[in-house]
């Protein structure tokens, strides 16, 4: 790779960002913005996890899936759609999106900012220092004026089951970089990223089995997994809620993987991809030379100043903090981070009130998130059982798609599903809720509502246009006009 800048002898800088990848981008360029100088140190390719293993590939490879998916969805555009996908194309386009892991450009923006680049291992040697190994195991010391902002993202876990290491499972990394389909794959987990995998591979050609403990998308409204392990089943995906892996198998490293189950029964694939949770990339970045524990997620405060550290100086950014672990979600903290510290370095007073400049206030309101599963299921907010478990005295209000002519134009029969979390006390959405095709792109209008606290006696005033699929808008805030006058009441 051509290195854009290596400074040799700039060891003093006012900010040390520990982490290149999305957030770690964010909180250097706003740093610099309020006019500090930034060191920015990554150990792995510049652009991160979410750049070349995550985000960005998953949905380059989900997206000619979902594409075709929704062609066939339309009479007269099915007819159209024959054979399968060609594989090669879709990593291809996959590849291109990654840059074939080349850095060499987000590096030079790294360099446009104004921000230095130091590649190698940086791990925290007492407060405001970072010192960097380098690959040729060159070490220097890098000392900050201000701030040093923790933005080094989480890795998968795997769980520890008999044989495991002898099967050489995927994790994300494998599920979005390999160029190689799977004849029969498992994929174990039912959280966002289980279930994208088994989208995808289902429509790469691989026979799937994906193995569940519980429901799908536990963390969203219920009938959200129900209606994407539905969409799953119709594309062919055998989907088991309530199994799990008790042991694997995998005696000779070319052949098949053999999986007991915890009911006794096996299964055999030729891989198997575990999506089974994340822990936090802060075991070797030297944490307990600032009196915190190696391997442990970092407790923030609402500007993301790391908590139990003296002085105003560490930050926890993105992944680290365990906030909301979403890219979009990281790189709001980054901002605001930024923000903060410039604050800080200039003396001015921090504006750190809910919803304020300097605070992460949506990371507990208003976190969007999307899985683009066909159908796809987007929700921001809290759920009818979060929402109700916090004291909200609320309703909830439903409707099917079809009730929508725009939802029907867009794809014929189509099948969707949304739900608003009504406050009742302030006349306000605590959050919505939407499965079906198309729908992420419904999900910023309702990220406004709910983040903008906006009266439903005003929402009721933003029109959709006819027809599009944004009309369900219209039958739900009907619906929740009906609800508020006999209100079905929830509360904690």
């Not at 940086?122 to 070490?139: F, M, Q």
């Not at 998130?369 to 005295?393: K, M, N, S, Y």
Request: charged letters at 20%; one cysteine or more.
């Amino acid at each position: 790779m051509n290195e854009p800048h290596a400074p040799q002898e700039s060891a003093v800088h006012d900010v040390i960002v520990l982490g290149a990848g999305p957030v770690g981008q964010n909180v250097a360029d706003h740093a610099r913005a309020a006019g500090l100088s930034v060191a920015v140190v990554e150990r792995e390719l510049v652009g991160g996890e979410c750049s070349y293993w995550a985000c960005v590939p998953s949905k380059a490879l989900l997206r000619p899936v979902i594409a075709v998916a929704d062609a066939r969805r339309v009479d007269g555009a099915r007819q159209a759609v024959t054979g399968r996908l060609d594989t090669e194309g879709v990593f291809a386009r996959r590849n291109r999106y990654v840059t074939d892991w080349d850095d060499t450009g987000q590096a030079l923006w790294v360099k446009s900012i104004g921000a230095d680049l130091f590649r190698g291992h940086g791990r925290l040697d007492g407060p405001r220092r970072v010192a960097v190994t380098r690959d040729d195991g060159a070490h220097q010391l890098l000392t900050a004026r201000h701030a040093v902002a923790i933005a080094t993202g989480s890795r998968p876990v795997l769980p520890d089951i008999p044989g495991i290491a002898q099967a050489r499972p995927w994790t994300n990394r494998h599920g979005t970089d390999s160029s190689t389909v799977p004849a029969r794959l498992v994929v174990v987990g039912g959280g966002g990223v289980g279930v994208e995998m088994a989208t995808l591979w289902q429509g790469l050609g691989s026979r799937v089995t994906l193995l569940a403990r519980r429901r799908l998308l536990p963390r969203m409204e219920s009938f959200a997994g129900e209606l994407v392990a539905q969409g799953l089943r119709e594309a062919g995906v055998d989907v088991r809620i309530g199994a799990q892996v008790a042991a694997l198998r995998r005696p000779d490293p070319a052949g098949p993987v053999a999986l007991t189950l915890d009911d006794g029964s096996e299964l055999e694939a030729d891989e198997v991809l575990f999506a089974t949770g994340r822990a936090p990339a802060t075991d070797d970045i030297g944490l307990d030379t600032v009196g915190l524990t190696p391997g442990s997620w970092l407790d923030v405060d609402t500007t993301c100043l790391v908590k139990g550290v003296d002085g105003d100086w560490l930050y926890a950014l993105g992944d680290v903090n365990h906030r909301a672990l979403l890219t979009h979600q990281g790189k709001y903290q980054g901002r605001t981070a930024g923000d903060a510290i410039g604050a800080r370095a200039a003396g001015r007073p921090l504006d750190d009130v809910p919803w304020g400049d300097h605070a992460t206030t949506a990371d507990q309101h208003a976190v969007p998130q999307v899985f683009f599963t066909d159908p796809e299921a987007a929700a921001v907010g809290l759920t009818a059982e979060q929402a109700a478990g916090t004291g909200h005295r609320i309703t909830t209000v439903d409707l099917d798609f079809n009730a929508a002519q725009g939802a029907n134009l867009y794809a014929d029969g189509y099948q969707g599903h949304a739900r608003l979390v009504v406050d009742l006390d302030r006349d306000v959405l605590l959050g919505v809720t939407f499965v079906g095709p198309g729908v992420s792109e419904l999900l910023h209008s309702a990220t406004v509502a709910v983040a903008g606290e906006v009266p439903l006696k005003r929402l009721r005033h933003a029109i959709a246009c006819f027809p599009t699929v944004s009309e369900i808008w219209l039958f739900l805030l009907a619906a929740c006009q009906r609800a508020r006058e006999t209100p079905r009441t929830t509360s904690a």
